[in-house]
RNA sequence: GCCGAGGUAGCAGAGCGGCCAAAUGCACGGGACUGUAAAUCCCGCGCCCGAAAGGGCUACCCAGGUUCGAAUCCUGGCCUCGGCA
């Protein structure tokens, strides 16, 4: 019987690289996007729309062990045969940890950053106190709290108490059934300093372990910490490398764009390259370019279908979106974008998403989030393309281009 | 024709002597969003100056009046809506 889960490498394109990802439910080709489903649904959109998009369909998506713990519980989701059957997804899916709800409903909504911060827009000095403007913070209130043995979380939804160990992490994506699963880790903020950092990563090391020694299967992915510190960055590296992790997550707080291109060059000569590496929660398509190009071969992030009910649309233009709220668009009888394959685009105009968007009408967000999803998705088929072909570079450059248009 | 209710920002609708350039919602304009507390959140929304703090001007149907002070009280007018003829 074949190996379970394995990783090869096809292609390379300088450190890009095209891979395929063997798991329980098919082949992935890498370098590759994963929608995000946090509660076992890519939002607004049913098995259907992601089968219509064809040879584009989304290959793997990410759902979230403590959303899923929560509500409705990963008994029943057990019960009910397992996250596949449940959402009725036969391909392969990875669990996130938790690890970033250890971020976003504790430090992050204290001090209402993500893991990227606008250094301009924000007034604040790294590893110093907070100076945030203080109109731009809303007073929340920190839903969990960490220690040695494990973090506590409030729960969002209805406030109930919750011990998350990594031991219950491991247990629960376990139970859920996903192919890939993730050591439960803190994802630090760029606002941390030196010395939190290197306290909570070590912290992370130990609790990566613990979600090692616990996990029955050998399909998980350690994740990288150490903020935007170098010595800590390259220490995590080789501690993910060297641990017996199927895959490597690169977490944490990744500050900029130019401080994230800095993390992936410093890490990318300690990464084993046997082992498929997952940028975290990355990203915008600029990003995306950054990554493969420094090695990457997995990416996750809510930005295109967050950003698509919002009723910002990507395409090849200035910043890749347009902002479909705006009056401009309300008699453009043009599609989304014009060459467009996806369903949205076959079918309706600009000015009918528009309308769609004004009115509040739930078509709008299923609409939008079709073209989102169908468009990342093009896009990575074209990188790979790029990379077997040789001419990454001279892909990433007509894109960039298209950007800054 | 008589009786009753009312006319407030783009709309709906609070306020009923000073804390009112006027609650709230919608609409409108702008901004944000990177391992989803997100079909969300933030800001603005009479005019002018200011980066801001703030300052100036004109305002709550119209015209008078009372008062130190009126969107708020009084008189007259115009107009709407309900009931009765």
């Not at 009910?80 to 976003?104: A, C, E, Y």
């Not at 944490?252 to 800095?262: D, I, Q, T």
Request: glycine residues 8%; aromatic residues 10%; neutral net charge.
């Amino acid at each position: 019987m074949a190996k379970k889960f394995c990783f090869e490498t096809v292609a390379t394109d300088k450190k890009a690289r095209v891979g395929k990802l063997v798991t329980p439910h098919g082949e992935v080709e890498t370098p590759v996007f994963l929608p995000v489903g946090t509660q076992a649904s890519i939002k607004s959109l049913d098995r259907r729309d992601l089968e219509d998009m064809g040879e584009t369909e989304p290959q793997m998506i990410l759902a979230n062990t403590y959303h899923l713990y929560l509500r409705p519980g990963a008994d029943t989701v057990a019960k009910m045969g397992g996250l596949h059957k449940f959402m009725n997804w036969d391909r392969p899916i990875l669990t996130d940890s938790g690890g970033f709800q250890v971020f976003s409903l504790g430090f992050g909504i204290e001090h209402q950053v993500g893991k990227m911060v606008d250094l301009f827009s924000k007034s604040m000095v790294l590893g110093e106190a907070v100076a945030v403007d203080p109109k731009e913070l809303v007073v929340r209130t920190k839903l969990c709290k960490i220690e040695e043995d494990g973090p506590t979380f409030q729960s969002h939804i209805d406030g109930s108490v919750h011990f998350f160990p990594p031991e219950i992490s491991v247990e629960t994506q376990e139970k859920l059934g996903a192919d890939f699963i993730v050591a439960l880790d803190e994802c630090t903020s760029p606002l941390h300093d030196y010395d939190y950092t290197k306290t909570s990563m070590e912290r992370s090391h130990r609790w990566e372990v613990r979600s090692l020694k616990a996990a029955k299967q050998r399909n998980m992915f350690g994740v990288i910490q150490g903020g935007p510190f170098e010595d800590l960055r390259v220490k995590s590296a080789k501690f993910v490398s060297e641990n017996d992790f199927f895959g490597i997550g690169i977490g944490g707080a990744l500050v900029s764009k130019e401080k994230m291109r800095e993390i992936l060059d410093w890490i990318y000569p300690h990464l084993s390259p046997q082992k498929p590496r997952h940028l975290l929660g990355i990203g915008t398509i600029d990003d995306i370019f950054t990554g493969v190009e420094r090695g990457v071969d997995i990416f996750d992030c809510v930005h295109p279908t967050r950003i698509a009910r919002m009723g910002w649309l990507l395409t090849k233009t200035k910043n890749f979106t347009l902002d479909l709220n705006k009056v401009a668009y309300r008699l453009d009888s043009g599609p989304i974008e014009e060459g467009c394959g996806c369903y949205t685009c076959q079918h309706y105009t600009r000015a009918y998403l528009h309308h769609l968007f004004r009115a509040r009408e739930l078509l709008a967000y299923r609409l939008a989030t079709i073209h989102n999803v169908y468009f990342m998705m093009s896009l990575m088929k074209d990188i790979r393309r790029a990379i077997a072909e040789k001419r990454f570079a001279k892909l990433k450059e007509n894109w960039l281009k298209l950007m800054q248009s």
